[in-house]
Structure formats: C-alpha cells, structure tokens
C-alpha cells in the first residue's frame, strides 16, 4: 500500500460539505489539495520573510512578499533604489549566519588560545 503524501495549502474559503475553514493552513492529502486549489478553494503555502530579516519592510514595499520571491530577484536594487548593496549584503549575512552558541564557542576558543600564548 503507497503512503499517502500530504502538503499544507491555505484555505481562502470553505470549501462546502468538509471540516476546512477559510483563512486558515490544514494539511490535506496531496490529491485533495490540487483538488481544492484547481476549485479556487485553497493556494498553495509559501514560506514567507522572517520578522527579524534586515530591510524586511522595504522588500515588501517592492513586491517582495516571499522567500521564493527574494530567491527569484535577480537585483535587489532594480526592486527599489532603498536596496543598495550594504542592504544587499546584510540580507545574504542573514541567510547564511553562524547559529549563535556556534559562534559564541569559537570566540571563547580563540580567547582560550590568546590567554594560553601569553
């Protein structure tokens, strides 16, 4: 027996006879799903940009809603001319910055190592 695949949609209206509310993500057999989304019932979900993310309020004035938006921009500064290359390359830090204790334990190695040279 194949396992059933499930994906997660977001549901723009009830769709009649099922348990499913409007407004709100539900995670549906993936046959269901393209379903309900061919029906106009549900859209398929999107990761959308983090709270914390650097010039977060002036990507979403350029249209920039989603990851997957961000990933397809080509140029930031063709969006807006408020995204230069510093807001560039603090977006890209974000992505690919050190998990904290990682970092924090690096740093208290490399002060062990300074104190012991001494």
């Known amino acids: 027996m194949a396992k059933t695949k499930y994906i ?36 398929a979900t999107t990761p959308v940009l983090p709270t914390d993310l650097p010039h977060r309020d ?21 969006l807006s001319a408020d995204l230069d290359e510093a807001a560039e390359k603090e977006i890209a830090e974000f992505f690919y910055k050190k998990p904290k204790s990682r970092a924090k334990a690096k740093s208290r190695a490399k002060a062990k190592s300074k104190e012991e040279k001494k």
């Open 8 to 43: 997660k949609i977001f549901f723009i209206k009830a769709p009649p006879g099922t348990g499913y509310h409007a407004g709100v993500v539900h995670r549906v057999p993936e046959a269901k799903a393209k379903e309900l989304v061919k029906a106009g019932y549900a859209r």
């Open 58 to 78: 002036k990507l979403i004035a350029a249209g920039v809603e989603t990851i997957d938006d961000l990933y397809a921009a080509k140029d930031l500064k063709e």
